[in-house]
């Protein structure tokens, strides 16, 4: 692999995106609408998020939440090489509901890294399921295969938490504008349309808000335009419309923000499902 490559692979599986990358980027802080666990290779990388500033490096298992803020940087500025495999939410919350008879509860990835054996084993193989595209496979054995990888996979890397809902945790203006900024991203909202709809002035909204999320509401605004962005990518959206459907100003503004969060271009993800 290159010492800067982020490959975006086909995968056999709706739902789930794969990753292979060997690269120095340093990713700005940014959150992801589905749950992501991987694997570093080689090397080692730095981050902080919501569960604390950690570091990782070959054989450790990395984890993300739905809506959980990151960053992540090189240890000593030289490159990491990582796999990644990102799931639709409902995905997870199959797998963990198996666990529990259907009657789970609320789950997290309750650490950002993991020294674990028997996850790497279960994330190793998942992986190469979903990556491996032979045409010649028994689609009913296969499918079975990952379900239990599924299964185990969730069994090995999730605990059992009841998460309050974040309408409780936030206060209620500060709530309310950080859902008008979920329900339209793409929407040409402006700093007093939240603070009108917080209750709140200009200065108390970007103060509570930054520390209610971690964002300022522009920033949170733009990594929100990402992902409606990517979701519309994925979806074979043209470019150019996904930019100004997600809320960019054109094309060149999505591709600055993929960037800064990804380390890739749209350009690159729309290649890579016209794959599949």
């Known amino acids: 692999m290159n010492t800067e490559n982020i490959a975006l692979l086909p995968t056999s599986r709706p739902g789930t995106e794969a990753v292979a990358a060997c690269s120095a980027h340093h990713f700005a802080r940014h959150s992801h609408d589905v749950y992501g666990i991987g694997m570093i290779d080689r090397g080692g990388q730095k981050s902080a998020s919501g ?7 070959p054989g450790t298992i990395i984890t993300v939440n739905p809506g959980e803020i990151h960053d992540g940087t090189p240890i000593a500025g030289e490159p990491r090489q990582w796999r990644i495999v990102y799931f639709q939410p409902d995905i997870i919350r199959a797998a963990i509901n198996s666990l529990f008879d259907g009657t789970a509860p609320e789950h997290e990835f309750t650490s950002p890294v993991f020294q674990r054996t028997h996850l790497a084993q279960y994330f190793n193989e998942i992986f190469h399921h979903i ?13 079975m295969e990952y379900d239990e990888l599924l299964i185990m996979l969730a069994r090995a890397s999730l605990e059992k938490t009841q998460q309050p809902h974040e309408s409780t945790l936030i206060a209620p203006g500060i709530f309310k504008a950080k859902q008008q900024i979920d329900d339209a991203p793409g929407a040409p909202l402006q700093l007093d349309d939240l603070a009108h ?3 709140l002035g200009k200065y108390q909204l970007i103060r509570n808000f930054s520390r209610a999320t971690g964002y300022t509401p522009h920033a949170y605004l733009v990594q929100r335009r990402a992902l409606l962005a990517r979701q519309l990518i994925l979806q074979k959206t043209p470019l150019a419309e996904a ?10 503004h999505m591709t600055r923000q993929f960037m800064r969060f990804y380390g890739y271009s749209p350009g690159k993800l729309a290649r890579s499902i016209g794959k599949g």
């Open 197 to 199: 709809t917080s209750g």
């Open 243 to 252: 930019a100004i459907t997600a809320g960019f100003s054109d094309q060149s």
């Open 131 to 143: 990556t491996s595209l032979d045409s010649g496979y028994d689609e009913t054995k296969s499918r």
């Open 51 to 57: 569960r604390g500033m950690v570091e990782a490096g």
